[in-house]
């Protein structure tokens, strides 16, 4: 079984994950909020070290602290539908909450991301750390969003796509229900019931409960 552990982190409290096979070795980051060294302390609890992060989508707080962990040996995946949002993540947070928020990127040193990114398309699967993760273009939320599958462990990493009795908002630049809702119907609804969700925000829940109970998915049944 994999190891796979989490941190709330941030100013919109973003779940980072770390997945690996177990301690003492190659870790893959998923999702990476302006919190660098909360992503660090993460990975030194179990002694890994990373060799890519899976980003799901370019908010952010999804991707506003990739300049922290991507480099010469780590790769950084991304959609390139979301790569001109993710490269300005202070002017996002501006227009989310006004000027003079922008200093949440002082700490970091710079409000532009300058990581380069490897493209995301959907239906690949990335061999990463010992792992294989299976990529799921689900726009709506953002237009490049992707979720990522571990198949071998029924984990679905949703990201802002579906959430514990929710799903992610389609209010912000790019988003639209209709597509996040028919990405739902195509990717996430054919999994099978067991499969665990580990949300981009707020508790892990399972496909089986959001049928049941997440009143978005039930207008799809």
């Known amino acids: 079984m994999a190891l796979i552990d989490s941190a709330s982190l941030w100013l919109f409290q973003t779940n980072a994950y770390v997945v690996a096979q177990g301690r003492g070795g190659a870790a ?9 060294s909360g992503v660090a302390h993460l990975l030194a609890r179990h002694d890994l070290t990373p060799v890519a992060a899976l980003v799901s989508h370019g908010h952010v707080d999804h991707v506003g602290g990739i300049d922290g962990i991507a480099g ?13 949002m993710a490269r300005h993540p202070a002017e996002q947070l501006r227009a989310l909450l006004g000027p003079g928020v922008g200093g949440q990127f002082d700490a970091l040193g710079s409000e532009v991301v300058t990581s380069p990114f490897t493209d995301l398309v959907g239906g690949e699967r990335l ?24 198949s071998d462990e029924g984990v679905l990493f949703s990201g802002d796509q579906l959430f514990q009795g929710s799903i992610g908002r ?8 209709a597509t996040l809702m028919a990405s739902m119907r195509r990717s996430i609804l054919p999994l099978p019931d067991e499969t665990r969700v580990l949300p981009g925000h707020g508790p892990s829940t399972t ?15």
């Open 28 to 36: 893959v980051v998923i999702d990476a909020p302006p919190d660098p």
């Open 72 to 84: 010469p040996t780590v790769t950084a995946y991304l959609h390139p539908n979301d790569l001109s």
């Open 127 to 150: 061999h990463l750390a010992d792992l294989e993760f299976e990529v799921l273009f689900t726009p709506g939320h953002s237009p490049g969003h992707c979720c990522f599958l571990l």
């Open 170 to 177: 389609t209010d912000l630049p790019g988003g639209d229900y």
């Open 207 to 221: 496909l089986s409960a959001e049928r049941r109970y997440n009143p978005f998915l039930q207008e799809l049944l």
